[in-house]
């Protein structure tokens, strides 16, 4: 058995409407660093890929020398993280591809804790029943 100790951050590294697609963008570059930043942001958001080189927003930590050939592997937590900021203010962001990923992530996370809490309330009525016979 572990004990953990969970602390909530105060401020967060991004509003909570893009925490989802923050933890989305995460997960589907976590152990692949061998994957090229912008043709994967390309295949996501067409056209993405000059905004990431050239970034719009000012960032504290930025990747210097950002081009095609830049593998998620070579960031840093925060490097990746003005990568996710730059993506979610591309003008394409809400329609692109990336937006789709979520949303199926999001249906099937649903399905499995729905399906988790309807065998939950079943086992919950089994021992209520068990202990009144």
């Not at 081009?67 to 993280?81: D, K, M, Q, S, V």
């Amino acid at each position: 058995m572990y004990f953990v100790k969970i602390t909530i951050k105060k401020d967060l590294p991004v509003s909570i409407e893009n925490l989802l697609p923050l933890h989305a963008f995460i997960t589907q570059f976590f152990g692949k660093g061998a994957k090229k930043v912008i043709p994967e942001l390309e295949n996501w958001i067409p056209g993405s890929g000059v905004d990431i080189m050239i970034p719009k927003l000012n960032h504290e930590h930025y990747f210097k020398d950002m081009n095609i050939f830049t593998r998620f592997g070579e960031l840093t937590p925060a490097e990746i993280l003005s990568v996710f900021k730059e993506m979610i203010t591309h003008p394409e962001y809400q329609k692109s591809h990336f937006m789709a990923i979520i949303e199926s992530q999001l249906i099937k996370t649903e399905t499995i804790e729905s399906s988790l809490d309807d065998q939950l309330e079943k086992n919950i009525v089994e021992a209520i029943e068990d202990k009144f016979d």
